[in-house]
Nanobody, 124 residues
Framework: QVQLVESGGGSVQAGGSVRLSCEAS????????MGWFRQAPGKKREGLSL???????YYLDSVKGRFTISKDNAKNILFLQMNSLTPEDTATYFC??????????????????WGQGTQVTVSS
């Protein structure tokens, strides 16, 4: 089994930055691919970013240049650095992991492991 625990959400003003963390534990070998999703109220869940086991990163066009995904493989922690935030970035952010990769955009369907989510609120 795999456990994913996010942290780092909170409230920030527009233009600010937030760094999310996701600590993975358990059968880490089952989750070579990890990424971030978000879901805003009344909207569908959307995939934001993915990192593969080789360290290659992928981003949804709308966050490219503002968000950076990274991973500390020694500690099994996934990060999402979010800069230049706008109120449209307000959402619950989820860490996700799977045995295989996925393309972006992605709804999250069929991805096996999820964190509990962390709220990010951006005020204008």
């Amino acid at each position: 089994q795999v456990q994913l625990v996010e942290s780092g959400g909170g409230s920030v003003q527009a233009g600010g930055s937030v760094r999310l963390s996701c600590e993975a534990s358990g059968d880490i070998h089952l989750i070579p691919y990890m990424g971030w999703f978000r879901q805003a109220p009344g909207k569908k869940r959307e995939g934001l970013s993915l990192i593969n086991p080789y360290g290659t990163t992928y981003y949804l066009d709308s966050v490219k240049g503002r968000f950076t995904i990274s991973k500390d493989n020694a500690k099994n922690i996934l990060f999402l650095q979010m800069n230049s935030l706008t109120p449209e970035d307000t959402a619950t952010y989820f860490c996700a992991a799977h045995s295989g990769g996925w393309s972006l955009p992605h709804s999250g369907m069929a991805i096996k492991y999820w964190g509990q989510g962390t709220q990010v609120t951006v005020s204008s």
